[in-house]
């Protein structure tokens, strides 16, 4: 049974940083295409960022350079390094594998294996 679970959302102010985590102790990460989905209210998800089985990235043009995704299979950890926040930024962020390909898409298709969430909320 996959049960990815997200940490280290919050709340910060414009500018500030946070680091969300993704972890689920009995799966395997490694060889699956895997990334971080976001809800702002009122929207549908928009993938944030992604890590291919090649190991290729992709980022959103809104988050490009701001974002970093990353994963350390020893640990079955995922993580999203999010620097320079903006208040549009603020939304509910899932972390998601064997990814739909979808950029849009409502939240329930976007993947095989999605967590609950974690909200993250910046003024």
């Known amino acids: 049974h996959v049960q990815l679970v997200e940490s280290g959302g919050g709340s910060v102010q414009a500018g500030g940083s946070l680091r969300l985590s993704c972890t689920d102790p009995?799966?395997?990460?490694?060889?699956?295409?895997m990334g971080w989905y976001r809800q702002g209210p009122g929207k549908e998800c928009e993938l944030v960022s992604s890590i291919g089985t090649d190991g290729a990235t992709y980022y959103a043009d809104s988050v490009k350079g701001r974002f970093t995704i990353s994963q350390d299979n020893a640990k079955k950890t995922m993580y999203l390094q999010m620097n320079g926040l903006k208040p549009e930024d603020t939304a509910v962020y899932y972390c998601a594998v064997d990814l739909s390909g979808a950029q849009h898409a409502p939240c329930t298709v976007i993947a095989v294996h999605r967590g609950q969430g974690t909200q993250v909320t910046v003024s």
């Open positions: 009995g799966f395997i990460f490694d060889g699956r295409d």
